[in-house]
């Protein structure tokens, strides 16, 4: 259930943000082509592309028809209930809580001599799956 709805000036603030973010992206993406190591501006705009698409789609489906999103959707567009926020605030507070440990033991695996970039890809999905649980088990509880 939607408890806002956006205005025609947070429309164009969201679309603004949008855009910058979008160049952003598209010139961080290009320096890192330029000048990163290996693949990893072409690795960084393919992640970014997958991303923005997401994104998109969330952003579409939650305006198309709000009650039929999930709370995932709505709670990320910030058109959610209280329930939605609750949420949002609990599965990232669990993410936030975890991270501190996960990046030391990042930490003390590159210090060991584990690849870096394979670490921090490593990491990322780490957090992401930590994320994903937190969220499915507070919206299961609630």
Known sequence: MSTTEMTGRQKAIALL??????GVVVVVGLLLREHG???MGTGFLGGAGVGVLAVAVVAWRVTRDPDGATTFERAFTQQGDERDDAVLTHALAVLGISAVPLTGAAA???GLGA???MVLALLLFAEILVAATAWAVIVRRS
């Not at 943000?17 to 979008?22: G, I, K, N």
């Open 37 to 39: 190591p290996g693949n």
């Open 108 to 110: 003390v695996a590159i």
């Open 115 to 117: 690849d870096v970039s």
């Open 17 to 22: 943000a949008t855009m910058v973010l979008l």
